[in-house]
């Protein structure tokens, strides 16, 4: 099973909403990373998880608040979004933190911002 | 981390050969390179990578430069599932955490 999940596949919220996005894998890989894709535009690196701890946080506004209840679920929680926080949100996960591990991707939460 | 240059937009007809240049005149010792798809509508596909020496896999064959400035990705036979945006990045193997850093890429049509 080479497969990453995320739920849901769509989302509309508005600016004073609370929703989470959700990712599983059930791979044993032991580093999750958030990205966040504006329309025509690459993926943008958002966190890292590694081993379940935060490794990394690319200067993402406080609004978006990443948790990681165990090795195999990734959570997004989402908070007082703005329309420009609209976009699609890609999770993926590796074997470990770092090259040569390849990433696996899930489809992706789009998310509209209202 | 270090750059790389791609082609904004290939073409290319159906069951042809594919070549997808990537220059990365930047490239440090420890950098490997990756090379990853997006099908329209899905999340990034991992589909090669390589250090120093030419790899093949069921995907593709990934042919690097002998002082690593520059490589290609090879699609032996492209079919219409093969149009994609192509990324190529430098991944650094040397004790950062090398992380995905995605560029513009090459966005490839197959014409049948």
């Known amino acids: 099973d080479t497969e990453v999940t995320q739920t849901p596949k769509h989302l509309v919220m508005g600016m004073t909403n609370k929703k989470s996005l959700k990712c599983e894998q059930h791979?044993?890989?032991?580093?999750m990373y958030w990205y966040k894709q504006k329309a025509k535009k690459p993926p943008e690196l958002m966190f890292v998880y590694s081993y379940e701890k935060l490794s990394i946080n690319e200067s993402v506004p406080s609004r978006f608040s990443p948790e990681c209840p165990n090795s195999s679920l990734l959570n997004l929680h989402l908070h007082a979004l703005q329309p420009e926080d609209s976009a699609l949100y890609l999770c993926?996960?590796?074997?470990?933190?770092?090259?040569?591990?390849?990433?696996?991707f899930g489809p992706g939460t789009r998310l509209t911002v209202t | 981390d270090a750059k790389t240059t791609q082609p904004n937009s290939m073409e290319s007809n159906e069951e042809e050969p594919v070549h997808l240049p990537c220059n990365h005149s930047?490239?440090?010792?420890?950098?490997?390179i990756h090379w990853y798809r997006q099908l329209p509508s899905q999340g990034p596909e991992y589909v090669i990578h390589g250090l120093t020496s030419n790899v093949n896999n069921r995907m593709a064959s990934l042919a690097i430069a002998e002082d690593r400035k520059s490589s290609t990705l090879i699609l032996h036979r492209a079919t219409l599932r093969d149009a994609a945006v192509y990324y190529c990045i430098l991944r650094d193997g040397g004790g950062s955490q090398g992380n995905l850093i995605f560029g513009k890429g090459t966005k490839l049509s197959v014409k049948p």
């Open positions: 791979m044993g890989h032991r580093a």
């Open positions: 930047t490239i440090s010792g420890t950098d490997y």
């Open positions: 993926a996960s590796s074997l470990v933190p770092g090259p040569p591990y390849e990433q696996y």
